[in-house]
């Protein structure tokens, strides 16, 4: 499913986990040029493809493939879709590089944290070509027709993460700078995985991204926001009020398993639903399982 947001920008939902409106990328067009940030997971990347068809979009015209950060229902299908757009540069974080060449190291992180069944069901990664892929530092500004995308390094989440700024619109891609705020829920959870989950950094991000003053946010889970200083706020209202709560589970001696169904039942409350969808029930489990990784090592 394409839609259409701006003249320039289009909302592509992946149907990750068969759900509407849980995993999105975005394609941004200038003229006959064409950026793809995020491509979602390995094993939905032909709905990304008919998605873009569906639009009179031809894949292997694009001009740059941008997978945010290496996490799989973000960087999955980079190798998928780069074997059909043969001359599209993949520009990524440098941290992200290696893992874009050899995958394995990624596969097996997720197989740890998710199980192989689960795996099995995002798809396997292919291996980017090194020769194609454009890094960035701090900082890098890249030119789409008369457009530019700034690539803003955004550690918290993850170590190699990068947002996108669309300069001229001031649209931001935030990738998982800012929680989910999937429309089904109408609240908050904060994205905070293993293992490399950074509290502090992750606030910094946010601060630096709404020094940018974006006055549009394309999230990956989900969707357009047009109020950027709330969704800001919100993340770092979030993050430290999770950290807190799993701090105070565990002086409990809470375990691991009872600590994630009082979680559960908080967003379900915070929701007001008596069943939450399955993605929201892996990314709970994905954010506690971040946080009580960060509070062992700190």
């Not at 060449?101 to 995002?122: N, T, Y």
């Not at 293992?195 to 889970?221: G, R, W």
């Not at 109020?227 to 993050?239: A, G, M, S």
């Not at 701090?247 to 375990?255: I, S, V």
Request: hydrophobic share 40%; aromatic share 6%; proline share 6%.
């Amino acid at each position: 499913m394409i839609e259409k947001v701006t003249e320039n920008i289009y909302l592509i939902d992946t149907l990750a986990y068969n759900e509407e409106k849980a995993v999105a990328c975005y394609l941004v067009k200038s003229g006959d040029k064409f950026a793809l940030i995020d491509v979602g997971y390995a094993s939905t990347y032909m709905n990304v493809v008919n998605a873009l068809l569906s639009a009179n979009i031809d894949v292997s015209n694009l001009t740059y493939i941008i997978p945010t950060h290496v996490h799989l229902d973000h960087s999955g299908a980079t190798g998928h879709i780069a074997n059909i757009a043969k001359k599209a540069t993949i520009v990524a974080h440098e941290r992200a590089q290696r893992h874009l060449v050899d995958p394995s190291r990624l596969i097996e992180s997720a197989k740890q944290i998710f199980g192989e069944e689960k795996l099995k069901s995002f798809g396997l990664p292919l291996p980017v070509n090194p020769e194609r892929i454009t890094v960035v530092k701090e900082e890098l500004e890249l030119k789409l027709g008369d457009l530019t995308l700034r690539c803003i390094y955004a550690p918290g989440h993850a170590p190699h993460q990068i947002s996108v700024l669309l300069v001229e619109k001031k649209a931001l891609f935030t990738a998982d700078a800012v929680g989910i705020v999937q429309p089904k829920l109408n609240i908050m959870i904060p994205t905070t995985p293993p293992p490399s989950f950074d509290p502090i950094q992750a606030i910094k991000t946010v601060d630096n991204l709404s020094s940018h003053e974006p006055n549009m946010l394309l999230v990956p889970h989900f969707g357009v926001r047009n109020d950027p200083n709330n969704i800001f706020e919100l993340t770092k209202i979030k993050i430290n009020e999770w950290v807190e709560d799993i701090k105070k589970f565990l002086k409990e001696n809470l375990n691991k398993e009872e600590i994630l169904q009082r979680m559960i039942q908080k967003v379900k409350i915070e929701a007001n639903l008596e069943n939450l969808p399955s993605s929201a029930i892996q990314s709970i489990y994905v954010t506690v399982s971040g946080i009580l990784n960060y509070l062992a090592k700190s």
